[in-house]
C-alpha cells in the first residue's frame, strides 16, 4: 500500500499531498478514502471518546496506522490535524503572504480566500467544533496530571505517566488509561495515578477483570529497564547496526524533497507576488491572472502544508535518531533521562517502547519500537 501511494505521489501532477486528500489525474483535490477513515477515527478519539493526544498516538501506533510515507502519526501531527480546518470542506487559502526577501507574514483576514467546499468534508463541522473547544480548553488548563491547584499534597513526581497511551491491558487486550486515586491519609488528601483498563471501565467487571496498576510502580520499572537495556554494550552495537540499516537515508531522502519543494513554493509565491503588483493591467487580463494565480496558490498552500506536517513527521520520529541525544542516552541513560522535562521523558519512552502489557498490576511484557527491538528483553531484574 505504501509502495503504490509513494509511486502515485511522485508520480502524480503534484508531488505532495496532504493528509486525508489526493490531487486526481487532472490535478483536482478529492477525499483519499484510507487516509479520510484515519482522520475520523482521530477526531472521533478525540471529540467524542474523550482519549487524549498521547492516548491516540498510542492508539494509532497499536493499530500500525501510519502516513503516506510511511512514519508513525505523531502528537504534533495528530493537533495539527485536529486544528486543521480543511477537513471539515473549508479552505482558507493566504493567511500569509511571502515577502521579497523570502519571510512569510501575516496577512489581513480581507486578503484571506475561503473556499467552501462541501464535497471535500471529511468530518462535520459539529465534531470539529467540539475538537476545537477541547483544544482550547487544554491550552487554558496546562496543569494536568499531577499538578493539581489547591492541593499541597498532589503528587508532583514529574515522572508519573510515562508510559500513558501505550499500555494495554494484558487481559482483555484493550487500552489502558490513566486514572486519578484520592486517598485520605493523616488528614492530607494524597493523590496518585493508576493504569487502568478502558474497556473494563465501560463494559464492566464481567468483561474484562484486569486489576489497576499503579502508575508510578509501573513507570520505575520501565525506566529501570530501559536503562539497564541501554546500558549494555551489545545491546547498543546492537541497536547502532540497527540504525545503519534503518530509514535515514529514507528521511534524508525525503528532507531534500522538501527543502527543494519549499524553493518551489517561494518562487512561485514571488511570481504570484508580481503578479498582484500588476495593478495598472487591465481588469480582464489581471482577474485571468488572479484566477490562474489563485488556483497555484492553492495547490501551493496544501503542498506547504503537507511539508510542514511531513516535516513535523519528521522530526517526531527521529529525536533517537540524533547522534547526541543517542550518545548521551546510551552513554547514561539514567543521567541524561534525570535530565529531560517530564513531556520529553514520555516522549522518549514513546520512541523506544512500542507497547507496554500489564497484568496483575505488574508489567508482563514490553515491545519495542525498531531500533530498539533489538533489545534483550529479558524482563527486569527480580526483586
Ligand atoms: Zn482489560
Known amino acids: 500500500m505504501m509502495d503504490s501511494k509513494r509511486k502515485k505521489a511522485t508520480n502524480g501532477p503534484a508531488s505532495g499531498r496532504m493528509l486525508g486528500y489526493q490531487f486526481d489525474k487532472n490535478g483536482e483535490y478529492r477525499i483519499d478514502e484510507q487516509e479520510s477513515k484515519i482522520i475520523k477515527l482521530i477526531f472521533r478519539l478525540y471529540a467524542t471518546d474523550g482519549l487524549n493526544i ?24 495528530v493537533r495539527y490535524i485536529l486544528s486543521n480546518e480543511s477537513c471539515t470542506g473549508r479552505f482558507v487559502y ?106 473494563q471501565s465501560s463494559h464492566g467487571i464481567a468483561y474484562c477483570n484486569s486489576r489497576k496498576a499503579r502508575a508510578k510502580e509501573i513507570d520505575e520499572e520501565i525506566e529501570k529497564r530501559i536503562a539497564a537495556a541501554l546500558g549494555s554494550k551489545d545491546n547498543i552495537r546492537a541497536i547502532k547496526n540497527k540504525i545503519k540499516q534503518m530509514s535515514k537515508p529514507q528521511n534524508t531522502e525525503r528532507k531534500k524533497e522538501i527543502v527543494e519543494l519549499k524553493s518551489k513554493v517561494a518562487k512561485i509565491n514571488g511570481k504570484l507576488s508580481r503578479i498582484e503588483g500588476l495593478g495598472a493591467m487591465t481588469r ?15 495547490k501551493m498552500a496544501h503542498l506547504l502544508a503537507i511539508a510542514d506536517i511531513e516535516m513535523e513527521m519528521l522530526r517526531n520520529e ?14 547514561n541513560f539514567e543521567n541524561a533521562f534525570a535530565s529531560f522535562s517530564s513531556e520529553t521523558k514520555r516522549s522518549v519512552i514513546a520512541a523506544i517502547v512500542k507497547k507496554v502489557t500489564i497484568k496483575d498490576r505488574a508489567i508482563a511484557a514490553v515491545e519495542f519500537h525498531p531500533p530498539f527491538d533489538a533489545l534483550e528483553t529479558g524482563g527486569g531484574d527480580g526483586k
Not at 321 to 329: I, S
Request: hydrophobic share 30%.
Open 318 to 331: 527521529a529525536p533517537l535518531f540524533d547522534e547526541n541525544l543517542f550518545e548521551a542516552l546510551t552513554g
Open 284 to 298: 480582464l487580463i489581471e482577474s485571468q491572472a488572479r484566477q490562474k494565480s489563485d488556483l497555484e496558490k492553492q
Open 94 to 199: 493566504g493567511k500569509k503572504a511571502t515577502l521579497g526577501n523570502g519571510k512569510r507574514v501575516k496577512n489581513p483576514e480581507d486578503k484571506w480566500i475561503v473556499a467552501h467546499r462541501k464535497d471535500l468534508a471529511i468530518v462535520s463541522d459539529s465534531i470539529f467544533k467540539k475538537a476545537q473547544k477541547r483544544l482550547e480548553d487544554n491550552k487554558r488548563k496546562p496543569a494536568r496530571e499531577g499538578e493539581h491547584a489547591g492541593d499541597e499534597r498532589a503528587v508532583t513526581d514529574e515522572n508519573h505517566l510515562l508510559v500513558r497511551g501505550i499500555v494495554t491491558c494484558g487481559v482483555c487486550g484493550g487500552n489502558m488509561g490513566a486514572h486519578k486515586v484520592k486517598a485520605k491519609k493523616e488528614g492530607a488528601t494524597h493523590i496518585s495515578y493508576v493504569y487502568s483498563c478502558i474497556p
Open 54 to 77: 498521547t492516548e491516540i498516538t498510542g492508539r494509532l501506533r497499536e493499530k500500525g496506522v501510519r502516513s503516506a510515507q510511511g512514519k508513525y502519526i505523531g502528537k504534533r501531527a
